[in-house]
């Protein structure tokens, strides 16, 4: 193979595979990435088996090829390239990969294709068409709810509804939940699935770094066990996370005893401030409601914190007890200004509502304090 190719296409398509990369692996081949041409442009591939990212970048085609190059090696070698500068890539018989930048010359050693694992093409059994933005927008809003613990491991992916109606992404720890819904985007037949969180990740990310234009489209492929994502040449592919996903609708409070309006930026810089004084990840912050404000207070050995925030609410007062980075999370991924918090006791979950946006949820649970 002998191609050559400017640094910064080397470099986007470096950092679009290498979120498949995995520091985990017992084999070694899979911290290699793929590089073959194909159709004029060069393709590159990275798997852990359970995940796998397939893109294309602009090249000039010498001699068609393919070899597998370690991919933090690569990449450390183009980022000490001057920027703006043309790279060459030629490999020999051995599997050598000789990069050439002006005088600089290094070489890396390579492995066959046919030693990579074979990654599937995206399944086409079920196609959506969803724009990227609000691919991204229902990601972003629900994804951080989704639980990081293996034992649970459903839980560490989001549930993904296509129905008639629209489309509805979920996330819950067991702890908090988070809902998200687009209804603009209609599936003839509907079905769910579990997507795992990490594949999620990338795609976001993915988006982020090609800043789609409103409207342009990402295309969803399911398949009865797995999914694929693909924008631009660009195709995630990952297995489906095999499991019954909570019915959260049980657990969205539907009695509505107390309720009060907020400002979502005061609230969440209160509850930032009171923060700093819970020792602990297991520390809490208390609410107290009274009539035109929330009493926000955190206190330990060291520190103690009291501020208030106004609010929109008449009725007695109660106190209540939250982990603050469950409050924090769920302002930092709203984008409305003000949220209605609907609750019925201190110890039951707590429902809250984006204004303006009717198709975002969270629940909470309070802590006993």
């Known amino acids: 193979m002998k191609i050559n190719s400017n640094k910064e296409n080397l470099l986007k398509g470096i950092q679009v595979i290498q979120s498949a990369l995995s520091g985990r692996t017992t084999l070694p081949i899979l911290h290699n990435f793929l590089a073959e041409t194909d159709n004029g442009k060069l393709k590159l591939v990275k798997t852990d ?3 796998a990212t397939t893109h294309f970048i602009n090249a000039d085609i010498a001699e068609p090829g393919s070899v597998t190059i370690p991919l933090k090696e690569f990449s450390d070698i183009l980022q000490s ?5 043309e790279i060459s890539i030629n490999t020999d018989a051995s599997n050598k990969v000789h990069i050439k930048c002006k005088s600089s010359k290094f070489w890396v050693m390579g492995t066959p294709k046919d030693e990579y694992p074979l990654v599937p093409d995206m399944d086409k059994s079920e196609m959506i068409q969803i724009p990227a933005q609000v691919i991204q927008k229902l990601i972003q809003k629900t994804i951080f709810a989704a639980s990081t613990q293996e034992t649970r491991y459903v839980l560490n992916g989001l549930s993904w509804g296509f129905f008639k109606k629209g489309i509805e992404v979920v996330a819950t720890d067991g702890r908090r939940l988070a809902v998200a819904s687009y209804d603009t985007v209609k ?4 079905f769910k699935i579990v997507v795992p969180s990490k594949i999620l990740h990338e795609v976001t990310r993915f988006i982020g770094i090609e800043k789609p234009e409103a409207g342009e489209i990402m295309t969803v492929g399911v398949s009865s066990n797995q999914v694929g994502f693909r924008m631009s040449g660009t195709t995630f592919i990952s297995k489906l996370i095999d499991g ?3 019915n959260y609708e049980q657990v969205v409070p539907t009695k509505k005893d107390v309720s009060f309006t907020v400002s979502c930026k005061e609230l969440l810089d209160t509850t930032k401030r009171a923060a700093l ?3 602990d990840r297991g520390g809490v912050v208390k609410y107290t409601l009274k009539n035109g404000v929330i009493m926000v207070s955190a206190s330990s050995q ?3 914190m009291n501020d208030e925030v106004p609010v929109d609410y008449k009725g007695h007062d109660m106190q209540i007890s939250f982990n603050p980075a469950y409050i924090v999370d769920i302002f ?3 984008a409305a200004e003000k949220a209605v918090f609907s609750l019925t006791n201190p110890l039951n979950p707590v429902l809250v509502e ?3 946006d009717a198709g975002s949820k969270y629940v909470v649970m309070p802590v006993k304090s």
């Open 49 to 51: 088996l359970e995940m």
């Open 81 to 85: 390239m001057p920027s703006g500068q």
């Open 187 to 190: 599936s003839v037949r509907e």
């Open 244 to 246: 019954n996903f909570p």
């Open 277 to 279: 004084c819970v020792s």
């Open 302 to 304: 060291k520190m103690e």
């Open 332 to 334: 930092k991924n709203m």
């Open 354 to 356: 984006p204004v303006g």
